[in-house]
């Protein structure tokens, strides 16, 4: 079992940036990809940026160029990180970090969510 913790979120003005953060604990050996995902009131939830453990990131069109994911650099933990920079109000939602692998018998793959955090962004 992987468990995800995250944090990092909270108001700010636009322009202005934030930097969550996503601790994985248990068995993250298992772990291949590592995703952000955020939903805002009334909308679904959708991918912000991805990262493969070997390095390759993904971003959505809308964040590309403000934010940056990136893995901690510990070797003995599992942390992701999103730096996001530039805020527009159209950022804030709740942020959640997924990750995912065969980390099941036989290497069945789960995925993982943690319970969100919440970023505001004022106008």
């Known amino acids: 079992q992987v468990q995800l913790v995250e944090s990092g979120g909270g108001s700010v003005q636009a322009g202005g940036s934030l930097r969550l953060s996503c601790a994985a604990s248990?068995?993250?050996?298992?772990?291949?990809?590592m995703n952000w995902y955020r939903q805002a009131p009334g909308k679904e939830r959708e991918f912000v940026s991805g990262?493969?453990?070997?390095?390759?990131?993904?971003?959505a069109d809308s964040v590309k160029g403000r934010f940056i994911i990136s893995q901690g650099n510990d070797k003995n933990t599992l942390t992701l990180h999103l730096q996001m920079n530039t805020l527009k109000p159209d950022d804030a939602a709740m942020y959640y970090c997924?990750?995912?692998?065969?980390?099941?018998?036989?290497?069945?793959?789960?995925?993982?969510w943690g319970q969100g955090t919440q970023v505001t962004v004022s106008s």
């Open positions: 997924q990750m995912s692998g065969p980390c099941g018998w036989a290497r069945t793959e789960y995925m993982y």
């Open positions: 248990g068995s993250t050996s298992c772990i291949r990809d």
């Open positions: 990262m493969h453990r070997d390095g390759g990131t993904t971003y």
